[in-house]
């Protein structure tokens, strides 16, 4: 148990929706990152955010967007799903601000499935 | 962009020491590179962290040449509960400033008895 949870752990939806994920640190961790994982594309970053501001940008579409709150949980929305959005979405934490030396802890994910 | 590139597959026998290789060819000047173990449905777990040279710790090395360009995790003496799929993450300062993490395309390991 890597300390990182998330919520929920399986989701279902339609095309057209809009869904958020919750993810909260690691006790004492300050960043928390936001990857996609489907099957043709892989392990892809989404973005992290560090003590509540946005700290690096991957490939995040503009229908997605994230946050942190004061007490440091993250949550991510996806509106206007399209059926290429199934996948699992990972929330990671770190102690800092990410980059060199820190380590990013995964959760256990949310299944994203969109009909 | 960074390319991090990985065997897609690999076989290995009980109590044999096994290499991956990840090649990171743009990989940010002062970053470590991290290896992760995943398993299907599970998030990527922590193996080993490093900057150059040699790491080792208690369940694995990490070899790590001068230019940084690639890096070789080894598992020594594997056992069938190291079947799973290892990744490299490096992070990539990009050419425009901007920084993203990038995974490598994964090795699945598959140890036989």
């Known amino acids: 148990d890597s300390g990182v949870t998330q919520t929920p752990k399986h989701l279902i939806t339609a095309t057209g929706q809009r869904v958020t994920l919750r993810c909260s640190p690691r006790?004492?961790?300050?960043?928390v990152y936001w990857y996609q994982q489907s099957l043709d594309q892989g392990l892809q970053f989404l973005i992290q955010?560090?003590?509540?501001?946005?700290?690096a940008k991957g490939n995040i579409l503009e229908r997605f967007s994230a946050q942190q709150f004061p007490d440091l949980h993250s949550e991510l929305n996806l509106s206007s799903l399209e059926l290429g959005d199934s996948a699992l979405y990972f929330c990671?934490?770190?102690?800092?601000?990410?980059?060199?030396?820190?380590?990013?802890?995964f959760g256990p994910g949310t299944r994203l499935t969109v009909l | 962009l960074a390319k991090t590139t990985q065997p897609i597959s690999m076989d290995s026998y009980e109590g044999q020491e096994v290499n991956i290789t990840c090649s990171h060819n743009n990989i940010a000047t002062n970053d470590y590179i991290t290896w992760y173990q995943q398993f299907p449905s599970q998030g990527p777990r922590f193996i080993i962290q490093g900057y150059k040279t040699k790491v080792t710790n208690e369940v694995a090395s990490l070899f790590i040449p001068a230019d940084r360009k690639s890096s070789t995790l080894s598992l020594p003496r594997v056992s069938l509960s190291d079947t799973a799929v290892y990744y490299c993450l490096v992070g990539d300062s990009g050419g425009s400033g901007t920084y993203k993490y990038i995974f490598g395309t994964g090795t699945r390991l598959k140890v036989l008895a």
């Open positions: 955010y560090y003590n509540g501001e946005e700290r």
């Open positions: 990671a934490s770190s102690l800092a601000g990410g980059r060199y030396t820190d380590t990013q802890y």
């Open positions: 006790s004492g961790d300050l960043s």
